[in-house]
């Protein structure tokens, strides 16, 4: 597909632009603003087309759930009748091919492509370029930068022939065994990645992998089939059927991951899931949950109502929600060993948390606090105990990757100052 001159222009403009940017950058060492900013740009950037991509992918299931079959021309599959924004369309589905191809005919794929190639943008910016930090933990798996981006892109890789060879065998046709048997792998490679990672890069490379499957789909099968199908129908050829069956197979199952997909996307603003010890039960059972959500959608748009799946989801989600929780109040010992003064949290807070934590961060990653919260005075850090508690003591997620390297015995002075009643 070529691009037209104005688009070409356009991003050679763009292109130059962000060299003299770089350059400016350099200049002033603005380092960590540029990454924060370019984070934010990819980040945004990923979501739109995301938003697309998949909204592409629920509308046409829908209307393949959809179609009235019965009473319509010999060569259709089905029709469809919809009203929206003011106006009525008639969609129409082919069997095969119509005699004649329209002289505009619109094609899906830059969604998905560009979507996954903004999502590896992502994985460079925030995970590889940070690998030491963000990938690694040391309490889970010793490991060096490069072997932990070795496994990162690996597993995706590993993911797609796996899942392709997968569906070139007769069990993709036994639907519910190849799901069970795809749910089964997903949740080994969960194992796998949170036994080797971090738990944050283990849920975004389980992530990564399903939404390469998903763009996989797109670029190997799917545009294949769909060109395979315009060029015998421009040929005067009969199309073979089972290039359109196998390409909707492949559409299909990019449906029932989207749900999973766009949890993983914004898991990392959650520690109390990536951080558990058990973070792969919590990402199985959020996946199972999102994929029964989908298939109960998936059913009503063809007149079937499962009506235990939505409540079966709920009780899912609610579970996952207990077995996370922190203590409760009344758990809490309130006066389970020494009292804890307040200056000795506010000693580990300003060593441990408080230089990416503060108005004006000392490291080197942040321009800015992550997430709005600083720590740099005693009120702040009073009104961010909770949090604190969440992440430092229950999930110890922070600090990142522990390169402060606060102590298990710092972890529970700050835990039992806030079972205490986080006092100043």
């Known amino acids: 597909m070529r691009l037209k001159a104005g688009t070409l222009i356009s991003l050679l403009v763009v292109a130059a632009l ?3 940017a770089w350059l400016v950058i350099a200049a002033a060492g603005w380092g960590s603003h540029a990454r924060e900013w370019l984070n934010l740009l990819i980040r945004w950037t990923h979501v739109i087309i995301g938003i697309a991509w998949i909204g592409t992918s629920f509308y046409f299931i829908f209307l393949e759930n959809s179609l009235e079959r019965e009473n319509v021309r010999e060569e259709l599959a089905g029709s469809l009748w919809a009203i929206h924004g003011g106006g009525f369309y008639h969609v129409e589905k082919y069997k095969v091919a119509p005699r004649t191809l329209p002289e505009k005919l619109h094609w899906f794929m830059w969604e998905a492509y560009l979507t996954w190639l903004t999502g590896v943008f992502m994985l460079i910016v925030v995970y590889y370029a940070n690998a ?27 993911a797609w022939f796996v899942y392709d060879l997968l569906c070139r065998t007769p069990l993709v046709e036994r639907r519910g065994r190849f799901a069970l048997l795809g749910f089964g792998l997903v949740v080994l490679a969960s194992i796998v990645l949170s036994e080797l990672l971090s738990g944050r890069a283990a849920y975004m490379h389980v992530g990564a992998m399903l939404g390469t499957l998903m763009a996989g789909n797109v670029f190997f099968v ?57 973070n792969w039960a919590i990402l199985a059972g959020l996946f199972l949950a999102s994929v029964g959500v989908r298939h109960y959608l998936n059913l009503r748009e063809r007149g079937r109502d499962a009506i235990w799946l939505l409540p079966l989801a709920t009780v899912m989600v609610l579970v996952l929600a207990y077995v996370t929780a922190p203590p409760s109040a009344a758990a809490r010992s309130q006066g389970d060993g020494e009292p804890v003064a307040f200056s000795q949290v506010e000693t580990i807070v300003t060593a441990r948390c408080a230089g990416c934590h503060a108005a004006e961060p000392t490291d080197e990653l942040f321009s ?22 969440q992440n430092a003591v229950l999930t110890e997620y922070m600090p990142l990757g522990n390169k402060t390297g606060i102590t298990p015995g710092e972890r529970a002075l700050l835990g039992r100052w806030f079972e205490q009643g986080a006092r100043r």
């Open 18 to 20: 962000l060299v003299v």
């Open 132 to 158: 030491r930090v963000v990938m690694i933990d040391p309490a889970v798996r010793a490991l060096s930068p490069t072997l932990a981006i070795v496994l990162g892109v690996g597993s995706m890789v590993v």
């Open 222 to 278: 799917i545009i294949p089939s769909q060109r395979a199908l315009v060029r015998a129908a421009e040929r005067g050829e009969a199309p073979d059927p089972r290039l359109g069956r196998h390409a909707g197979l492949r559409s299909l199952h990019n449906n029932y991951l989207t749900l999973p997909v766009v949890f993983v996307m914004i898991s990392s603003h959650f520690p109390f899931t990536y951080g558990h010890p058990a």
């Open 368 to 389: 800015s606090p992550p997430a709005g919260v600083m720590l740099d005075s005693p009120e702040r850090i009073v009104v961010a105990a909770e949090r604190i508690y």
